[in-house]
């Protein structure tokens, strides 16, 4: 069964970087040539928010306005892997960061924090503290 693994977590500094990664494993087909692959995080006591989307309908690259310039989203087909990395970060954005993929092939769903997606993955543990 297939399955999406979110990866590169850890603690980090203030105005620190940090990539996380995304990948897909055991589908029978190449989901990223059919999905497209949101970012999510939530942090205690939030709700869920939709960080970034990349789509491969449109070639659409969505940000929320919280991340926009810091983050950046790409995606690697050969590999079955989807990045994002994270630029001056800020404490606020501590979360556990999860990936999903949404077999629309657009990023609505992501914008609109998710509900709908057709697989997730577990989390993955970003920490922005000095």
């Known amino acids: 069964q297939g399955q999406l693994v979110e990866s590169g977590g850890g603690l980090v500094q203030p105005g620190g970087s940090l990539r996380v990664s995304c990948s897909a494993s055991?589908?029978?087909?190449?989901?990223?040539?059919?999905?497209?692959i949101g970012w999510f995080r939530q942090a205690p006591g939030k709700e869920r928010e939709g960080v970034s989307c990349i789509s491969t309908s449109d070639g659409t690259i969505y940000y929320a306005d919280s991340v926009k310039g810091r983050f950046t989203i790409s995606r690697d087909n050969a590999k079955k892997m989807v990045y994002l990395e994270m630029s001056s970060l800020k404490p606020e954005d501590t979360a556990v960061y999860y990936c999903a993929a949404d077999a629309w092939g657009t990023c609505q769903r992501s914008a609109r924090g998710g509900v709908g997606m057709d697989y997730w993955g577990k989390g993955t543990l970003v920490t922005v503290s000095s």
């Open positions: 055991g589908f029978s087909w190449d989901i990223l040539d059919y999905h497209a």
